[in-house]
């Protein structure tokens, strides 16, 4: 089946520098990769994603990029603010594991002032 | 409002004892999960569902069950409660989104259960 990996665990940065988290996945028929954003007690939510016949996407600060080939996708935030600190999870879903979505491990950002 | 919804939010409740947690979903949406999470933590896929009279086992299904009587009801029941259950339980729902062609999962606000 399916198993998707997840990078760094935890990671720290200043406020202003950029967070990259990166997945990695086995099934090359994965076709649907979202981010989802889970801030302390409160419920995961999308944040962003990318389909197999797009190689970049970005919605202001934050952007995914997808490497098929590598089979890995990575989530890029720019100027990172205090208010992002939550833990992240990557997802991937293909048709070949019907409607399951497979979550990462997940990494926990802090964004220090 | 369509939404998502859990109760009860939190339950304390001792070993043996028979338990369901509710989620509805007032979305229309036919496909729903079961999750379980330690704060913070990963997310463990325990039932999901296709649609009504559909239910499949995820990783962690062993010592609960499901049902999927109607659309936007989609319950989970633990049979005996034990103290390893002690944790949160998030249920969501998924649509097709046809512009992305994504499946976003919208989440429930969770129900946190303790196990004495």
């Known amino acids: 089946g399916e198993n998707v990996e997840q990078h760094p665990s935890t990671l720290s940065v200043q406020e202003g520098d950029s967070a990259v988290i990166k997945c990695t996945y086995s099934?090359?028929?994965?076709?649907?990769f979202p981010w989802y954003k889970q801030e302390l007690g409160k419920r995961p939510q999308l944040i962003i994603d990318i389909r197999s016949n797009v190689g970049e996407k970005k919605d202001q600060r934050i952007a995914v990029t997808l490497n098929k080939t590598a089979k890995h996708f990575s989530l890029h935030i720019t100027e990172t603010q205090p208010e992002d600190s939550a833990v992240y999870f990557c997802a991937v879903k293909s048709l070949a594991g019907g409607f399951k979505t497979i979550f990462g491990a997940g990494t926990r950002l802090f964004v220090k002032a | 409002e369509a939404d998502i919804y859990q109760t009860p939010r939190y339950l304390v409740i001792g070993t043996g004892k028979k338990i369901t947690l509710e989620c509805s979903q007032t979305?229309?949406?036919?496909?729903m999960y079961w999750y379980q999470q330690d704060p913070g933590m990963e997310l463990h896929l325990i039932h999901y569902?296709?649609?009504?009279?559909?239910?499949e086992k995820g990783d962690l299904s062993s010592e609960s069950t499901v049902s999927r009587i109607r659309t936007e009801h989609f319950p989970l029941t633990l049979e005996s409660a034990r103290p390893s259950h002690t944790s949160q339980y998030l249920c969501?729902?998924?649509?097709?989104?046809?512009?992305?062609?994504?499946?976003?999962?919208?989440f429930g606000p969770g129900t946190r259960l303790t196990v004495t």
């Open positions: 979305m229309g949406h036919d496909k």
């Open positions: 969501a729902s998924s649509e097709y989104r046809g512009g992305t062609g994504g499946f976003e999962q919208y």
């Open positions: 099934d090359s028929a994965s076709n649907y």
């Open positions: 569902s296709y649609g009504v009279n559909s239910t």
